[in-house]
């Protein structure tokens, strides 16, 4: 069983993605964690990069990188990379590795679209653009720019899926929105 959770920055994505996968008993797999590891890895070739989840730290090539990726130099890196089609072409196939075996909650852009486009359940959270600014501690223009950037990119825009089921968690708890995730699991 997979379900995927795609949306913009701030949507509330990894906490409710992660808090679903442990109400359903699912493993979680953070994709943009992916990418911005593949940011901090600079010029090396994303598809020799050894990117490995173990007990919520993120390994690159080995090294605990699990800090490292969340500053905000990485969150701008990460979305510039995010529009190579190689960086995107490498860390599709390694999400589609771990995506094949076990029941998974998968968090990003494109899951739904274009990882796993047979993906059980298709969720798009999203959340108004001062609010999600507003979660993140971050100033709404930078934001915007990261948005603007994943949704006009040629390779892989940031897009619903047709068949996906929207979201707005402005205004609503972390749990009003998992308990809304978990029924559509449960149908
Ligand atoms: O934390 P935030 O939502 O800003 O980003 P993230 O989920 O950690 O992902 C970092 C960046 O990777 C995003 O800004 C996207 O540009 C990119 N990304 C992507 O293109 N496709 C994905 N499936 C996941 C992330």
Known sequence: MLVAIDGPAGAGKSTVARAAA???????????AMYRAAALAGDRDPA?????????RVLLDGED?????????????????????????????????????????????????????????????TA?????????????????SRDERDATREHSPMVAAEDAVEVDTTGLSIDDVVGRIVALVRG
């Open 48 to 56: 020799t990069l050894d990117i490995v989840f173990d007990d919520g």
């Open 22 to 32: 442990d109400a359903l008993g699912f493993t979680y797999l953070d994709s943009g």
């Open 128 to 144: 108004d653009p001062e609010e999600r600014a507003r979660r993140r501690g971050e100033p709404p223009e930078d934001v915007r």
């Open 65 to 125: 990188v699990t800090d490292a990726i969340r500053t905000p130099e990485i969150s701008d890196l990460a979305s510039r990379r995010a529009a190579d089609p190689a960086v995107r072409e490498a860390l599709v196939v390694k999400q589609r590795e771990l995506l094949a075996n076990g029941d998974w909650v998968a968090e990003g852009r494109d899951i739904g679209t274009v990882v796993a486009p047979g993906a059980d359940l298709k969720v798009w959270l």
